[in-house]
């Protein structure tokens, strides 16, 4: 039997699989390149971008928690400008499509970051966080409510050509009323879920471990809700989707696409196994040979209920 096909495009970005790295758990790529080939997966996610460079939050800012992580990092990145001047140039050499997470702490950020992104060689598309819990303004107002995420998604869609795909929050009562509200508005593919907002606390100090005190919480925990919740946005919106969260290993990727979703992204895994992404790509190249199946697109959807 031939190599099965395991090639996927969502919005017009073509990848050789359907398998990404996470904003916020990759780098800026390069960081990478000694641990797998950057080209042997279907494309990378910058860190989260801003119009200014932020230091994010103080420390600790991460902690393990009973099968996952949280977070509360706070978006610490080197800003649009330094991106474009020292990350760019680097990334563009890589035969692999690079995906820039952005976002704004007010809607003219969010226009001013896409703007300054659109006219770049190098850039496949934006993936805008609207989402993120642990932002102490903005975000988690953009993310949860739908009109606020719609002049976000309106005014990004008017800054750029470029594909758009928007990271949905499941910090919400109803994620399919968000994303009807974003495809409504423009969005042309969504990925989901964001981190969960949670929080740990240190008994003995009777203090909470993270200096934020809440914090995104990821890894193989959050899965079981990002599965429902891929499911339920897949059977009501006709935008390809990207699902993400606690995809450790080859059938947990190929899980989220039996549920609807176009491609996956790979995130906490990599704090583990730095190699997670390539190694997750072959597991569902072997699993499509075992089981005698052409290509992976085949199984977008095709969760029997």
């Known amino acids: 039997m031939q190599r099965p096909d395991m090639s996927v495009a969502v ?5 050789r699989n359907p398998v990404m790295t996470a904003s916020g758990t990759f780098g800026y790529g390069a960081e990478f390149a000694d641990y797998l080939d950057l080209e042997s997966i279907g494309a990378m996610i910058s860190k989260g971008l801003s119009l200014k460079p932020k230091a994010g939050n103080p420390t600790p800012r991460i902690v393990e928690t009973p099968g996952g992580m949280l977070n509360a990092i706070g978006l610490q990145n080197v800003g649009i400008d330094a991106f474009i001047e020292q990350k760019l140039p680097y990334l563009k050499n890589v035969n692999t499509p690079v995906i820039v997470n952005l976002y704004g702490n007010t809607l003219e950020e969010y226009g001013e970051v ?3 992104l659109d006219g770049l060689s190098g850039v496949a598309g934006i993936e805008v966080n609207i989402s993120c819990p642990n932002v102490k303004q903005g975000g988690i107002v953009f993310g949860t409510d739908p009109g606020a995420a719609q002049e976000v998604v309106r005014l990004v869609k008017k800054n750029t050509s470029k594909p758009m795909i928007v990271k949905l929050s499941p910090n919400v009562t109803d994620v399919v009323l968000m994303a009807k509200a974003c495809a409504d508005a423009g969005a042309d593919a969504l ?8 929080m740990a606390i240190d008994l003995e100090r009777r203090r909470p471990v993270l200096a934020n005190v809440t914090g995104g919480l990821s890894g193989p925990a959050i899965k079981p809700v990002a599965l429902r919740m891929v499911w339920q946005v897949a059977r009501a919106v006709k935008l390809p989707l990207i699902g993400i969260g606690g995809i450790m290993n080859g059938r947990d990727a190929l899980e989220f696409m039996l549920a609807g979703a176009t491609a996956v992204q790979v995130g906490t895994a990599s704090f583990l196994d730095p190699s997670a992404a390539q190694r997750i790509a072959g597991e569902m190249e072997q699993y499509l040979v075992d089981h005698k199946i052409d290509s992976v697109s085949s199984l977008i959807g095709a969760l029997e209920v």
Request: net charge positive; charged share 10%.
């Open 191 to 198: 990925s989901l879920i964001n981190t969960l907002t949670g």
């Open 114 to 116: 896409a703007a300054r």
């Open 11 to 15: 919005a017009g970005i073509k990848m």
